[in-house]
């Protein structure tokens, strides 16, 4: 298996565009997690999935940031306004059934918003 | 992946030592624990993990010791060789409204030769 997979792997964007990120999870598992990593919070979780709906979203940071998974191998979260704030490596992971379970990371999206 | 923190705690080791990386938790509750290994530029790599039902596990060179008693986690490598130098994370299966993994802040160990 590759692997999660997640594009793009660097963005550069500008304040006020709106940034796509998207990931594919290891075929079979179940749950989606989107994290985001920073110098100041380390490791958060924003939002995951369990067959394809959304669980937990309390870690999303406001109405900008919105994510959707259509099926079970694509899911997306989207910042739209961006902001400078927003600057952060994005990972992606998944697990076959649950957070008692390993997850697996990919190797993230490193955002940078001007 | 990016350092996370300004100020993470370094573990400096000579290669061929044993190294032991200490992590507490918050919740009594959690169940479930984790080790993740994370090189610059890349994703946390999952290293072995422990249920609350244990206090020992082991892996290859890893061996991951868990003190519910004074909620306290720890990461044992055996033979340390370069290619661990990392930052460390543990985390917690914190069980709640909905269950979710609370990553530590980190521990970076740097090995010399």
């Known amino acids: 298996d590759a692997g999660v997979i997640q594009s793009p792997r660097h963005e550069v964007t500008e304040m006020g565009q709106e940034v796509t990120l998207r990931c594919k999870p290891i075929s079979g598992h179940d749950y989606l997690f989107w994290y985001r990593q920073t110098m100041m919070r380390g490791l958060e979780l924003l939002i995951y999935?369990?067959?394809?709906?959304?669980?937990?979203d309390s870690g999303m940071p406001e109405d900008r940031f919105s994510a959707k998974m259509p099926n079970a191998s694509f899911s997306t979260l989207k910042i739209q306004p961006s902001e400078p704030r927003d600057s952060a490596v994005y990972f992606c992971?998944?697990?076959?059934?649950?957070?008692?379970?390993?997850?697996?990371f990919g190797p993230g999206t490193r955002l940078l918003v001007l | 992946g990016e350092s996370v923190g300004l100020h993470l705690p370094t573990l400096s080791v000579q290669e061929g030592d044993n190294s032991i990386i200490n992590c507490a938790y918050s919740?009594?509750?959690?169940?479930?624990f984790i080790w993740y290994k994370q090189e610059s530029g890349k994703g946390p790599q999952f290293i072995i993990d422990?249920?609350?039902?244990?206090d020992k596990r082991q892996g290859q060179r890893v061996t991951v010791l868990l003190n519910k008693t004074v909620k306290h986690l720890s990461l044992q490598i055996a033979a340390t060789q370069p290619g661990d130098s990392a930052v460390y994370f543990c985390a917690e299966n914190r069980r709640g409204g909905y269950n979710k993994l609370i990553f530590g802040a980190g521990t970076r160990l740097a090995v010399h030769p």
């Open positions: 422990i249920r609350s039902n244990m």
């Open positions: 992971a998944s697990s076959l059934r649950g957070t008692q379970e390993t997850q697996y």
């Open positions: 919740n009594s509750a959690s169940d479930y």
């Open positions: 999935f369990n067959n394809n709906v959304p669980i937990d």
